[in-house]
């Protein structure tokens, strides 16, 4: 890769390493192409760009024609996308809807009569410029994992995601979806035998919490930061953080933003954590929530 390519065609190339759908991939490549250097070094690089967005485009175009052969298979997928994903799990009217629509603001449909929420619904929940995407299943109900009221389709959604809300406004409802989730091998919060164990977080959706707190203990399931990167001299960009594992160290931050900076990394000054503003670290610093990193090079 050209030595000087911009800091845009970097956030691009950033941004295609993390997307986790074919379209985002997609429209990565096409930043990149629009921001990839112009001179003839960066021919090949084109060339290269080029060729990864027509064999994208070719699998995608596959994909959608097998769908359609196929029809309605008997699974639900829900793309991932932002920083992670949280699932919204819960019976008959116990408030699902009411705490996306609380956290995302997407307005989903909320009425007193059971089963309002007829396929999932997904919102994305802003967590200081960092994206979590939630979903909110339709509901659970006793022998969802046998088979009734789609349930088998619509744990394996819960299977995948990357953490659980189960909402509940008593323990009978919470019981309710613990069991349904254990049948089908998914524990919550606790190791069990034979069992794939979930980090979840319980809910009463009608009772007052204050909204920042509230989001604080849904990013928390997650184990994850958010990290804001800035360039020498220039501003923090406040808009697309890094989202990284707990405990990520600068050598983490620099791997996410370009492999050619964790192999040429020299130091890095941080704002947030550090005793100074600015602080000059090593690469094996350790990073805290929403911290401010500038990567020398």
Partial sequence: MPANVSFEFERAKLEYD?????????????????????????ENLRKDI??????????????????????RG????????????IVILGVP??????LLNKLTGIGAKVADYPFTTTK??????????????????????????KGKASGPELLSVARNADALIVVARN????????RELLDVGISLNRKARGKESKKALFLDAFE???????KERVFSLLDKIVVYTKKPGGKVEKEKPLGLPLH???????????????????????WGSTKYPGQRVSKDYKLKNRDVIEVSA
């Fill in 18 to 42: 993390q997307a986790n759908s074919p379209e985002a991939k997609l429209a990565a490549l096409i930043n990149m192409q629009r921001t990839a250097p112009s001179h003839k070094g960066g």
């Fill in 50 to 71: 080029s060729k990864k967005i027509s064999l994208l485009k070719k699998d995608m175009e596959k994909k959608k024609k097998q769908e359609k052969r196929k029809g």
């Fill in 74 to 85: 008997s699974s639900i997928a829900i793309k991932k996308e932002g920083v992670g994903q």
């Fill in 93 to 98: 009217n116990s408030g699902k809807s009411t």
């Fill in 120 to 145: 999932p619904e997904v919102g994305m929940m802003d967590y200081f410029g960092g994206k979590v995407q939630l979903v909110e299943l339709p509901a659970i109900v006793d022998g969802s994992s």
């Fill in 171 to 178: 323990a009978w409802e919470k019981a309710v979806v613990e």
């Fill in 208 to 214: 007052e919490e204050e909204l920042e707190a509230l």
């Fill in 248 to 270: 990520s160290t600068v050598k983490d931050a620099a791997r996410h933003l370009h492999k050619d900076f964790e192999k040429k990394l020299r130091f890095a000054r941080v």
